[in-house]
């Protein structure tokens, strides 16, 4: 429950109402998979999900180019490495306001950010990602620029010198 991913069913359940869902590929979803599946199911969208479980470290990267956006619905997170992950592969990020995310996605620039729980909002935002496909590219090109900038072993290298040289020179 802490990814949100029924919060992320639902959502697709709804923009299945609008006139039809995307393609939802799930990774590493362990446990919660059968209620999950079941809903779907219920949902008429069990067809529009590929479930993928646990992907080699590896291996994500190139899970994550092949897709369009990706989605972090959690309700709780640190400082989501994973949304780091998909901005370096060009993702523009859909995810939930909650703890350390808001440090990372940039909204409107590097993607959209949503409440909990909600969703409707959800809906409305990958609807807007992926409705858009200029939008879409300007975001992804951002993520991937910012992933550049701030997200590297050399820029945080870059920073840690910092911080010690500020503590060096008081």
Known sequence: PRKGVDTLIE????????????????????????PLEQR?????????ITWLGKVPHDEVGWVMSA??????PSLS????????????????????AVDGTPE??????TGLLVRPHDAEGLADALAR????????????AEALRRSEADYTWAANAARMEGVYEGVITG
């Not at 990372?104 to 620039?109: G, Q």
């Not at 990602?129 to 992804?140: F, Q, S």
């Open 40 to 48: 779907a199911a219920a949902l008429g969208i069990a067809d529009r």
């Open 11 to 34: 959502s697709m359940g709804l923009l299945q109402a609008r006139g039809g869902a995307p393609r939802l590929v799930m990774a590493g979803i362990g446990g919660l998979r059968e």
């Open 67 to 72: 897709g369009d956006v990706f989605v972090l």
């Open 77 to 96: 997170e640190g400082l989501p490495t994973v949304v780091c992950e998909a901005m370096a592969c060009g993702l523009p990020v859909v995810a939930t």
């Open 129 to 140: 990602v992926l409705g858009d496909a200029p939008l879409r590219a300007a975001m992804g």
């Open 104 to 109: 990372i996605v940039d909204d409107p620039a």
